[in-house]
């Protein structure tokens, strides 16, 4: 598989043959923009220039309680969750099961974006609390080889955040107060957020993209922009 490769930077064109779909308001608005562009994809190079390891002894899973909705969900995404519910159900608490019950799995939420239903006003409703730290149920019933779907694809690349527009998607950094301690533990082990999120980078794009990416990594260090 062939893929499309490029590093963007504000002294080129973006609205060229280079990258005709970039619209000239994303240009005003971020005057030093840098980018790496594969395929129809831009990832910002906070992706590539930061370090992460999820510490989940530290942030006790606060990704999955803390938020203003659910989790973003792709429409492919809810086939799956129908078909895993009646395995995973058993993990969460009356509660969550009676939640799912009268709401279902997933709502549009005030950005009009496909999230999975909440527990009152941030707890995802397919989260289990264990010893004060908050897991994914989907994720347990699959690392027990129960289910063949792991996660949302949102959940499993955080905290990566993808929005997609008409004719691109955009991946960027969300940097949040929750996962200071995934920082810090990444400081320690000194490993890059884009190399801690190889699994999910693969599922999403493929093993050709997250090669792409590499490759990009390592021309950057060349010109020492990295």
């Known amino acids: 598989m062939n893929v499309r490769r490029d590093i963007l930077d504000s002294t080129k064109n973006f609205t060229s043959s280079f990258f005709p779909f970039l619209s000239k308001n994303i ?26 390891f999820c510490d989940l002894s530290k942030c006790f899973g606060a990704c999955c309680i803390d938020g203003e909705s659910g989790a973003p969900l792709e429409e492919s995404e809810l086939k799956e969750i ?28 005030s950005d009009g974006d496909l999230v999975t239903t909440l527990v009152g006003k941030d707890e995802c409703a397919f989260t289990i609390k264990e010893n004060g730290i908050t897991y994914c149920s989907f994720e347990r019933a699959f ?11 949102s959940c499993h690349l955080y905290p990566i955040r993808i929005t997609k527009y008409k004719d691109f998607e ?18 320690q082990s000194m490993m890059p957020l884009y190399l801690f999120l190889k699994e999910p980078l693969v599922r999403k794009y493929g093993e050709a993209w997250f090669d792409a990416l590499c490759e990009s990594v390592e021309e950057l260090k060349e010109m020492k922009k990295l």
């Open 82 to 109: 129908e078909d895993c519910y009646p395995i995973i159900k058993k993990y969460l608490t009356k509660t969550n099961q009676e939640t799912v019950r009268e709401k279902g799995y997933s709502y549009i939420d």
């Open 143 to 153: 690392r027990k080889n129960e289910i063949g779907f792991h996660k949302p694809i």
């Open 170 to 187: 955009a991946l960027n950094y969300d940097r949040q107060e929750n996962c200071i301690p995934g920082c810090e533990k990444g400081k």
């Open 27 to 52: 240009i005003n608005d971020h005057k030093f923009l840098k980018l790496i562009q594969i395929d129809n994809t831009l990832i910002s190079l906070d992706i590539l220039e930061n370090v992460f």
